[in-house]
């Protein structure tokens, strides 16, 4: 990595010429609040993260059939509560008492999980531009980036700035295919490469390889970057995330997360040396251009944050749900995101309609955000689900299961 060091020096050192280069903390941080309180199990609050009533309005229009009269749904079926099996607060950390209580008192904090995969792609184009200083850079002289054709859509929009300013090229890669990231990185003459991916991908479910990625980091010797929204708190024993579940997180040079999913807040963070959180403070756009969080948001984070690493029985439920829907189904699932493959916009759409019936809210997935005749069902797990909600849900996605999986729940 001793060439990405060069970079960095430089493009730092043109800042400080410049005059532009940005202190890391401006503002002097007050203590710590007190310790939160936390609990050996779930309460009555983790519960109120998934069990809700539907607006009646809302559910009449859901379960109405495309293009016909709407149905007549029973009032007590309008009333009764439903699950939620398509939401991100997998830790159930947003109704917590600790992080509510720390909403009323004093800390600090930082932007959002999309701005800040856009802050760290303009920062790292930003490079190319500071190296060339006043000319465009050349085309050998831009950053080459590769990236997993399914990253999420905040670093796609953050490649293509960069590309607009004429700051990059980008590289697709086949999703989470190694042999042909390899073959593209060998194929590259261009200096400075980049790898961006996500480390569990949203609509598949799936990990990132990172062990693979950072054997090829060591050959290639880019510089790799991993969106960690869906492991945050979740994977790794202390909630360290895809990186440290594969135990390579001190090989991932800029990790990038989110305080809205697992940590049940707002927000989002970039991990990465001293040396880097100047450059992005310093070049990253809409980090430079938002406004900083709210301080009573900052301070629920913070007791978020706290109380996944006390209640660590929380990962340990997360995990149990996986195992128990794959016991359940058959299916090897990765993961707490799950994807039921069913086909056609209308046949997801008839799925997630009979879902809601049966008192789930799943959210059908369609295009654009995945490719024709790949509609899915979106499930995700959390720790306020209890074993029979996964098996009751399980018995009514059966018509949508794979068929050997199906016919094993119908005992056929």
Avoid at 8 to 14: F, V
Avoid at 42 to 62: H, I, K, M, N
Avoid at 251 to 262: F, H, M, N, P, Y
């Amino acid at each position: 990595m001793a060439t990405w060091d060069m970079f960095l020096d430089a493009a730092l050192a043109s800042l400080a010429a410049r005059k532009l280069l940005f202190h890391t903390q401006v503002i002097a941080l007050e203590p710590q609040p007190p310790v939160p309180e936390t609990f050996m199990g779930p309460g009555s609050w983790d519960r109120a993260t998934v069990e809700f009533r539907l607006e009646s309005g809302s559910q009449q229009e859901w379960l109405s059939e495309d293009g016909e009269e709407s149905l007549s749904v029973p009032e007590d079926d309008m009333n009764r509560k439903l699950i939620l099996f398509s939401g991100n607060d997998y830790m159930c950390l947003s109704s917590h008492p600790a992080v509510r209580e720390a909403a009323a008192k004093d800390c600090i904090l930082c932007p959002t999980g999309f701005s800040a995969n856009l802050a760290v792609m303009t920062a790292l184009g930003s490079i190319s531009s500071l190296l060339s200083v006043g000319r465009k850079p050349a085309e050998d002289e831009r950053v080459a980036i590769f990236s997993d054709a399914l990253n999420h859509a905040s670093i796609i929009d953050g490649i293509r700035l960069v590309e607009r300013q004429k700051e990059g090229i980008v590289f697709v890669y086949k999703h989470c295919d190694m042999s042909h990231l390899d073959f593209l990185l060998s194929s590259c003459s261009m200096g400075k490469k980049i790898v961006i991916t996500d480390s569990l991908f949203s609509m598949d479910g799936d990990f990132a390889p990172l062990p693979e990625l950072v054997k090829l980091r060591k050959k290639h010797g880019f510089l790799l970057v991993v969106d960690d929204a869906h492991g945050t708190l979740v994977c790794g024993d202390n909630g360290g995330g895809v990186p440290e579940m594969f135990a390579c997180q001190n090989e991932i040079d800029i990790s990038i997360g989110t305080l809205s999913k697992a940590v049940g807040c707002l927000g989002g963070f970039i991990s990465c040396s001293n040396r880097w959180k100047r450059l992005i403070v310093s070049r990253g756009r809409t980090f430079i251009f938002s406004t900083a969080l709210p301080v009573p948001i900052v301070a629920s984070v913070h007791a978020a944050i706290y109380v996944s690493n006390e209640e660590r029985w929380r990962r340990s439920v997360i995990w149990g749900h996986v195992q128990y829907f794959a016991s359940l189904t058959k299916i090897d699932i990765k993961s707490h995101v799950i994807s039921i493959v069913v086909g056609s916009e209308d046949a997801v759409l008839k799925a997630s309609r009979h879902l809601l019936r049966s008192g789930y809210l799943v959210t059908p997935i369609r295009p654009p955000f995945v490719p024709p005749n790949s509609c899915r069902l979106r499930i995700t797990l959390s720790v306020a689900h209890s074993l029979d909600d996964i098996k009751r849900l399980v018995d009514a996605l059966t018509p949508w299961l794979p068929a050997k999986h199906a016919c094993m729940l119908s005992g056929e």
